[in-house]
């Protein structure tokens, strides 16, 4: 559900038509729309309702401080990746007593930072981390709440590179080597041992993976009460996926959270969840223009954009798939093309082998899906200024992050 629809054969976003927006933004831009970014918020807490539960939204798939604010205003806190997202949410206005900070490394100043603001808890990937904990906050005269995330052995069945429970995997403690390191976290100085943490990878379709997790955290709090640790707290992470048009399509936040909530009923402990894209990504799509079309070898057929690479990089990337349509009511007939951008890299391709309607250059077509990790990886490789952000509400609209210029290239270099 989003609110991207077409009205008289244009497309809108809520009450704005982006062909308005694109003349007085220009492109390319992310837009996005505040009422499905918040009925997705809303229904997100909903279907958890039976759990003692805070959710923090993953600030690394759209960190834009107006959508923080906006999930800070719906009870949200933020689960952070580095010192930047921890100054980002705090600018936004997130309670420091609901910021969760993850991560497999984090600097001596970040660590400090975050205790500085009274953080609700570290979520620490390995024993060393854990001794570098214990110095900085013995440093500060600090005491640093901290969880433990646990590489639960799952397979989530998703995208190599977002795949994260895997035992091969770079991220949390091997299940095996767990309450050895939480006997090490609780003989510590300087550190509060409080929960649990996992985070089992992203846009995984099923609840299959989830539930075996939960299952698994569930046995691991017992067992570490039985320990002695006191843990108050288990972090079930984020990683519940969106539809984007290919594969198959996810389970719904009401299935996610009806079989959340019946693992972890009766535990004592409150439940942390971290959803970033299944808030963000279809409240957001990225509008742009065509600059040409163009014939291949062997008539392979490209239409070549004004995005590229460098503002939308998941296709590049996970050879992700984003729905792509043309803003304009679309023109009879069509053919199978390459929708490309100008960056100059092979990779550079935003859609691959489509069935699209007629387009030439000024049309405008966006691609769906966008909002989460879509801004948030943009770069500005071969001297591309970012895009502007919008936010619409309604019948209105505002830029909530200027398109970068020429001036912002270069800034802070000296020649
Ligand atoms: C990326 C990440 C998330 C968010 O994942 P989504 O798939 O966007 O829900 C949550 N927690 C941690 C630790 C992450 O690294």
């Known amino acids: 559900m989003n609110h991207f629809q077409r009205k008289r054969g244009q497309l809108y976003c809520e009450d704005v038509p982006l062909a308005e927006l694109a003349g007085e933004v220009g492109t390319p831009a992310y837009v ?4 499905t970014l918040l009925r997705h918020a809303r229904v997100f807490r909903s279907a958890l309702r039976g759990l003692d539960f805070l959710a923090c939204f993953a600030v690394k798939s759209a960190p834009n401080l107006a959508l923080l604010r906006l999930l800070a205003g719906e009870g949200y806190g933020f689960d952070i990746v580095s010192g930047g997202e921890l100054f980002r949410a705090i600018e936004a206005g997130g309670d420091p007593r609901r910021i969760v900070f993850s991560g497999v490394g984090k600097r001596a100043d970040e660590i400090a930072a975050a205790l500085d603001a009274r953080i609700l808890q570290f979520n620490c990937e390995s024993e060393e981390e854990l001794a570098q904990l214990s ?67 992203s846009q995984i379709a099923s609840i299959r993976p989830f539930v075996e997790a939960a299952a698994k955290m569930r ?3 017992v067992r570490l009460r ?15 996926g969106v539809p984007y048009g290919d594969g198959p399509e996810p389970a719904s936040p009401q299935q996610y959270g009806e079989a959340l909530v019946r693992a972890l009923k009766g535990l004592p402990v409150k439940v942390l969840l971290e959803p970033g894209r299944l808030l963000v990504a279809n409240a957001g799509v990225l509008l742009t223009r065509v600059l040409l079309t163009k014939e291949g070898h062997r008539g392979r057929k490209f239409v070549v954009v004004d995005a590229g690479m460098n503002d939308l ?4 990337l996970y050879d992700a798939h984003h729905e792509i349509e ?38 405008l077509v966006v691609l769906r899906t966008a909002g989460a990790y879509g801004m948030a990886m943009a770069s500005q490789y071969n001297a591309r200024p970012r ?18 210029t020429y001036k912002d290239l270069i800034r802070g270099e000296t020649t």
């Open 226 to 240: 039985a320990d002695g640790h006191d843990i108050q707290r288990l972090d079930m992470g984020g990683g519940l």
């Open 32 to 35: 996005y729309s505040q009422a």
């Open 135 to 201: 110095r900085v906050a013995v440093g500060k005269k600090a005491i640093a709440p901290v969880a433990l995330r646990v590489n639960p052995d799952v397979d989530a069945r998703t995208h190599p590179y977002i795949a994260t429970a895997l035992a091969s995997s770079k991220f949390g403690v091997p299940a095996g080597r767990v309450r050895k390191a939480y006997r090490l976290a609780a003989s510590l100085p300087g550190l509060h041992v409080e929960g649990v943490a996992c985070h089992i990878g």
């Open 313 to 316: 990089l998941r296709p590049a």
């Open 387 to 404: 895009p502007a952000e919008v936010l619409v509400e309604g019948r209105s609209w505002r830029i909530i992050r200027s398109r970068e």
């Open 326 to 363: 043309a803003v304009a009511r679309p023109r009879r007939g069509g053919a199978i093309v390459d929708v490309v951008g100008p960056v100059c890299e092979s990779s550079d391709v935003l859609a691959k082998r489509r069935r699209l309607p007629p387009l030439s250059a000024g049309d």
């Open 219 to 221: 046995e691991l709090v």
